[in-house]
C-alpha cells in the first residue's frame, strides 16, 4: 500500500492547477486531477508517473450529479484525499459589469463558487472522520 499524501487538484489541466500538480508529483504526492478535457489529463497524468500515481477525474464541477459521480467512483487506493486544491474556475466576458450577459455571470457562479463549495462537501467529511488533512 502506497503511504504517500493525495491531492486532489481541481482545474489541473491548464494554469495555476497544473503548476500544482508538477509540483506536488515531484514532491512526491499521489495525485487527484480533474479538469473538463481529457486528453490534457491523461497526457499530464502519462508524464507525472501514470495511473499508479496520478488519478485522472473528467468532470466539469459545475455540474452537482457529475461532481458528485466523480468523487464516488475514485479508486479506493485515491479516496483518502490529504489536501483539496479547489483551483478550478473561469472568467467570462471583458466588458464592463453593466454590460455583461448575465448567463455568464451565472455561469462562473455555478463554477467558481458552488464548484468550489461541492468540492470541499465532498473531500471535508473524510479528512473529519481521519483527523486529518
Do not use: H
Not at 25 to 37: E, V, Y
Not at 61 to 75: G, K, V, Y
Request: aromatic share 6%; proline share 4%; charged share 20%.
Amino acid at each position: 500500500m502506497n503511504s504517500s499524501p493525495i491531492i486532489m487538484i481541481t482545474g489541473a489541466t491548464a494554469g495555476f492547477g497544473e503548476a500544482c500538480a508538477r509540483l506536488f508529483a515531484k514532491a512526491g504526492w499521489r495525485l487527484i486531477i480533474t479538469g473538463r478535457r481529457m486528453e490534457r489529463l491523461q497526457s499530464l497524468q502519462a508524464e507525472l508517473g501514470g495511473a499508479s500515481q496520478v488519478c485522472i477525474s473528467c468532470f466539469d464541477i459545475s455540474d452537482r450529479q457529475a461532481t458528485e459521480q466523480a468523487f464516488s467512483e475514485l479508486p479506493a487506493e485515491f479516496q483518502q484525499i490529504d489536501v483539496l486544491v479547489n483551483n478550478a474556475g473561469l472568467a467570462l466576458g471583458l466588458e464592463p459589469a453593466y454590460a455583461t450577459d448575465p448567463e455568464d455571470w451565472e455561469r462562473m457562479v455555478d463554477t467558481n463558487i458552488k464548484g468550489l463549495m461541492r468540492c470541499s462537501r465532498l473531500v471535508l467529511p473524510g479528512m473529519q472522520s481521519r483527523d486529518r488533512g
